[in-house]
């Protein structure tokens, strides 16, 4: 009785975690998004405490300048702070908290559109509550194990073992490589509102795959999606994007942020 109880009351747990992403994907958010800020609050703070913080006068103008124009278009204040990092880097977290490598600014030459391509590709993780995503499935999924390994299925070590490989590579990481796929597309549109060309994500994207040579991982066993791949969906989106560049130029969106 007690392991029936459990299945149902998880089971009404999935069905009232599910919601609508800014693209219409449903999601699975369980977690409260109080506590997902208060994580990436935390998390934002230790960051700086550890990693050297960038003082370079035309590196946080430059970041700056975008990642306001960027998050003019969300609404709320954040946080944006230069790291001083050599990786091809840039993040946002939960809490509205925005994070962004010298690498990253260098690699793409100081060029505005390309490092809001990245800006607003990090901008949408957080719109998508893709963290609250992850950290529900994750949630659930030890939740659901536990239950399972009271059940007589889970006295097979084999069962457990394909359930174990199902939760990482049929379940968890083509999600991560969804989200991933998903603020691309949220990304680009962010930009070309704040006025930026959409069609510089394409460009970066060509730089991102001659910088790594080649070296990533097999799609399939990767949590990003390949090179070509997202060029190929961005492509796709792009008369999408335009319309919304030409709209923002129109109305005097026009940044100038190098």
């Not at 306001?68 to 993040?91: L, P, Y």
């Not at 908290?97 to 100081?110: A, C, F, N, R, S």
């Amino acid at each position: 009785m007690l392991k029936k109880n459990l299945l149902v009351l998880l089971a009404a747990g999935l069905l009232n975690a599910c919601v609508t992403s800014p693209t219409g994907r449903n999601q699975f958010i369980f977690m409260p998004e109080a506590q997902m800020d208060q994580m990436g609050l935390q998390t934002f703070s230790a960051l700086k405490t550890q990693k050297p913080i960038s003082h370079n006068p035309q590196y946080n103008k430059l970041t700056h300048c975008i990642a306001n124009a960027i998050t003019e278009q969300t609404g709320g204040k954040w946080e944006v702070v230069v790291f001083q990092d050599k990786s091809f880097n840039a993040f946002a977290l939960p809490g509205n908290k925005i994070g962004v490598y010298t690498g990253l600014i260098e690699m793409v030459g100081g060029n505005q559109n390309q490092l809001a391509a990245v800006i607003g590709h990090e901008v949408g993780h957080v719109l998508a509550r893709h963290s609250n995503e992850r950290a529900s499935q994750q949630m659930v999924m030890q939740q659901g194990m536990g239950i399972i390994k009271q059940t007589t299925l889970g006295q097979n070590p084999t069962t457990l073992g394909l359930l174990g490989l199902g939760a990482q590579y049929g379940v968890l990481m083509p999600f991560s490589r969804t989200q991933e796929s998903e603020a691309d597309i949220i990304g680009q549109d962010l930009m070309a509102k704040a006025g930026f060309d959409p069609r510089q994500s394409i460009i970066l994207w060509q730089k991102m795959a001659q910088a790594s040579q080649g070296q990533g991982p097999a799609e399939f066993m990767s949590t990003h999606p390949s090179d070509a791949t997202r060029i190929q969906n961005l492509e796709q989106h792009m008369p999408q994007a335009m319309a919304q560049f030409q709209q923002a130029q129109a109305t005097g969106r026009q940044p100038h942020c190098n």
